[in-house]
C-alpha cells in the first residue's frame, strides 16, 4: 500500500521559513514525478511545484517562485519544500502528490499526501 506523508507544517511569521517534507512508503519513487499543492480556505487545491523522476527539472508557480524550493531524496524516498520569505498568503493545507505524468497537474496525481497545515501570520 503506498503512503505520502507529509511533515514540517506549523505557525510562523511573514518573512520566516519552513521546509516541508514527503516521505513515500509502499514503494520507491525514483523516476516519478512529484509535487506540492496547497489548498486555502474556500478555494481550490493550487500547483505550488513539481520536480521531474531525475531531478533534473523543477516547475514552479509563479506566486512562489524565488522564494519556493523543491527537491528530492531518492534515498530516503522523500521530497521536500523549502519555503523562504513566508507570506501571510502562503497559508494553506498542502499537500504532497505521486504523479503518473505531469508533476503540475492535479489530474496526473496517482496518490495524495493527507496534508499539513501552514499558518502565515502578518
Do not use: H
Not at 516547475?59 to 512562489?64: A, K, L, N
Not at 508533476?103 to 496526473?108: I, W
Amino acid at each position: 500500500q503506498v503512503q505520502l506523508v507529509e511533515s514540517g507544517g506549523g505557525l510562523v511569521q511573514a518573512g520566516d521559513s519552513l521546509r516541508l517534507s514527503c516521505t513515500v512508503s509502499g514503494r520507491s519513487f525514483d523516476y516519478l514525478p512529484m509535487g506540492w499543492f496547497r489548498q486555502a480556505p474556500g478555494k481550490e487545491r493550487e500547483f505550488v511545484a513539481g520536480i521531474k523522476g531525475s531531478g533534473d527539472s523543477t516547475y514552479y508557480s509563479d506566486s512562489v517562485r524565488g522564494r519556493f524550493t523543491i527537491s528530492r531524496d531518492s534515498a530516503k524516498n522523500t521530497v521536500y519544500l523549502q519555503m523562504n520569505s513566508l507570506e501571510p498568503e502562503d497559508t494553506a493545507v498542502y499537500y504532497c502528490s505521486l504523479s503518473k505524468r505531469d508533476p503540475t497537474l492535479p489530474a496526473d496525481t496517482a496518490y495524495w499526501g493527507q496534508g499539513t497545515q501552514v499558518t502565515v501570520s502578518s
